[in-house]
C-alpha cells in the first residue's frame, strides 16, 4: 500500500502556473470554500467538508480521477492529511496533502520575470497566486526597488540576495486595505527609503518619504517616475519604468478598473478615478506595459503566469474604460460592489501603524480573496 506524500504550495503552484492538469479535493467547509480556493487554468476543485469525511471517503470515492494525482487542501494542513491518508486506504498511490492548507497557500509569492531594463536591468513580478496581489522587484547594477510590497518579506530577502541585488527603495503605491505592507519592515532590515504618497499618510504613526507626482528615482541605470492618479484612494501614485512599464497600483487592472469605496470615500473619489482613468492615462502612450498591484482570476494571466498588457489594449478591451456617460461609471463604480476585502479596516490600521497585530492575527486578517476591483 502506499502512502500520504507531502506537497509544498510552490510545487503546488508550478504545476498551476505551468498549466499542468490538477485535481484539487478541498476539505475545508463549505462556506470557506465557496469564499476562496484554489484556482488555475486546468484546476478541477472538488468540495467535501472534513467533518463529512470523519468516518470514511466512500462517498467521494468515485469523484476521484484514476490514475491521476490528488492534491488534498484545509485551512492549515492537519484535516487534509487525515483526509488523505484514508484515500490511501482505499487504494490510491498518488495522494498529497498540500503542506501548510490554504494559510500557506495564501502567502506563496511567485517570481516571473516580466522583461529587461535600462543598464542589463529587469523588472520581476512576484504573482501572490492564492491571494491575487503582485508585487514588483526592479533592479539595474545591483540595486534594486520593491513595489508594493507584500507582508512575507523573507522571500524578497532570498530573490535579493539569490540575485546580489542591494534594496535602495521600497514604493507603496497607496496605503492598502486587502493586505499588510511589509515595505516598513523591511525599509528597517536593509536600509532602504520608504515611500508613500502623502496624501495616504496623514494618520500614519511612522516616518516615511513622501511620494509625490513627478518624483523621480534612479535604481541604476532605471529610472522610476511617479505619476499622481488617484481614485481608489486619494493618494494613489503609479510609476512609470523606463518609459516602458505602468505600474497602476490598484487603480487599474487588466480585465476591471479599482474600487473607491475601501476608506468610505467612494461618493468623494468617483470623479477622481475617472480623471484617472479618462484623462491622465490617456495622455499615456499607448505602449506602455500596465503592471498592475492585483489580479482578479486566473483568466488574467499570460501563459508564463504573469499578469500584464499594453495600455492601448486596455483602452480597446476593458470594460471600465469604455463608459462614455459620467452617471453610469459612478454607479458601476459606486453600486452594487463585491463585499469589501475581510478585515479591510484592520489592515489600513495596520498599514497606518495604528495596529500592531501578532503575527498569526496577521495571518488571520488577510486570509481570502483580494476584492480591489469594482467586479
Known amino acids: 500500500m502506499g502512502q500520504t506524500k507531502?506537497?509544498?504550495?510552490?510545487?503546488?503552484?508550478?504545476?498551476?502556473?505551468?498549466?499542468?492538469?490538477?485535481?484539487?479535493?478541498?476539505?475545508?467547509?463549505?462556506?470557506?470554500?465557496?469564499?476562496?480556493?484554489?484556482?488555475?487554468?486546468?484546476?478541477?476543485?472538488?468540495?467535501?467538508?472534513?467533518?463529512?469525511?470523519?468516518?470514511?471517503?466512500?462517498e467521494i470515492m468515485d469523484k476521484l480521477p484514476e490514475g491521476e494525482p490528488v492534491y488534498?487542501?484545509?485551512?492549515?494542513?492537519?484535516?487534509?492529511?487525515?483526509?488523505?491518508?484514508?484515500?490511501?486506504?482505499?487504494?490510491?498511490?498518488?495522494?498529497?496533502?498540500?503542506?501548510?492548507?490554504?494559510?500557506a497557500w495564501s502567502e506563496h509569492l511567485e517570481p516571473i520575470k516580466v522583461g529587461d531594463l535600462n543598464g542589463g536591468g529587469a523588472i520581476y513580478q512576484f504573482v501572490r497566486i492564492g491571494k491575487g496581489c503582485l508585487s514588483y522587484i526592479v533592479e539595474s547594477?545591483?540595486?534594486?526597488?520593491?513595489?508594493?510590497?507584500?507582508?512575507?518579506?523573507?522571500?524578497?530577502?532570498?530573490?535579493?540576495?539569490?540575485?546580489?541585488?542591494?534594496?535602495?527603495?521600497?514604493?507603496?503605491?497607496?496605503?492598502?486595505?486587502?493586505?499588510?505592507?511589509?515595505?516598513?519592515?523591511?525599509?528597517?532590515?536593509?536600509?532602504?527609503?520608504y515611500h508613500l504618497p502623502p496624501k495616504d499618510a496623514e494618520e500614519v504613526t511612522f516616518d516615511y518619504t513622501p511620494?509625490?507626482?513627478?518624483?523621480?528615482?534612479?535604481?541604476?541605470?532605471?529610472?522610476?517616475?511617479?505619476?499622481?492618479?488617484?481614485?481608489?484612494?486619494?493618494?494613489?501614485?503609479?510609476?512609470?519604468?523606463?518609459?516602458?512599464?505602468?505600474?497602476?497600483?490598484d487603480i487599474l487592472f487588466i480585465d476591471s478598473i479599482g474600487r473607491p469605496d475601501l476608506a468610505g470615500k467612494a461618493e468623494d473619489w468617483v470623479a477622481d478615478l475617472r480623471q484617472t482613468l479618462y484623462s491622465r492615462y490617456k495622455e499615456l502612450t499607448d505602449e506602455l506595459i500596465v503592471l498592475p498591484a492585483h489580479y482578479m482570476g486566473i483568466s488574467e494571466m499570460n501563459d508564463d503566469g504573469s499578469v500584464s498588457e499594453k495600455l492601448g489594449v486596455l483602452y480597446e478591451q476593458n470594460h471600465g474604460l469604455n463608459i462614455n456617460d459620467e452617471e453610469e461609471f459612478r454607479k458601476t463604480v459606486s453600486e452594487n460592489l463585491p463585499p469589501q476585502p475581510n478585515s479591510h479596516h484592520d489592515i489600513r490600521q495596520t498599514n497606518m501603524g495604528k495596529k500592531e497585530p501578532d503575527l498569526e492575527e496577521q495571518r488571520e486578517m488577510e486570509i481570502g480573496p483580494n476584492r480591489c476591483a469594482v467586479r
Open 6 to 58: 507531502g506537497i509544498a504550495v510552490k510545487e503546488l503552484a508550478n504545476k498551476i502556473i505551468s498549466g499542468d492538469d490538477v485535481f484539487i479535493l478541498d476539505v475545508r467547509n463549505t462556506d470557506e470554500f465557496d469564499d476562496w480556493k484554489v484556482e488555475g487554468r486546468n484546476v478541477e476543485v472538488i468540495n467535501k467538508p472534513y467533518f463529512d469525511l470523519l468516518d470514511g471517503v466512500d
Open 72 to 103: 488534498v487542501i484545509c485551512a492549515k494542513g492537519g484535516s487534509s492529511e487525515f483526509v488523505a491518508d484514508q484515500i490511501v486506504e482505499q487504494g490510491y498511490d498518488d495522494v498529497y496533502s498540500v503542506e501548510g492548507g490554504m494559510k
Open 141 to 193: 547594477d545591483g540595486q534594486g526597488a520593491i513595489i508594493d510590497t507584500n507582508r512575507m518579506i523573507d522571500q524578497y530577502e532570498e530573490f535579493l540576495i539569490d540575485k546580489n541585488i542591494t534594496l535602495k527603495h521600497l514604493i507603496d503605491t497607496h496605503l492598502h486595505a486587502d493586505h499588510i505592507s511589509g515595505a516598513r519592515e523591511l525599509a528597517k532590515k536593509t536600509g532602504g527609503e
Open 211 to 249: 511620494l509625490e507626482d513627478d518624483d523621480e528615482m534612479k535604481v541604476g541605470q532605471t529610472t522610476i517616475k511617479a505619476i499622481y492618479s488617484p481614485g481608489h484612494t486619494i493618494g494613489s501614485t503609479s510609476l512609470i519604468i523606463d518609459e516602458k512599464y505602468l505600474l497602476t497600483g
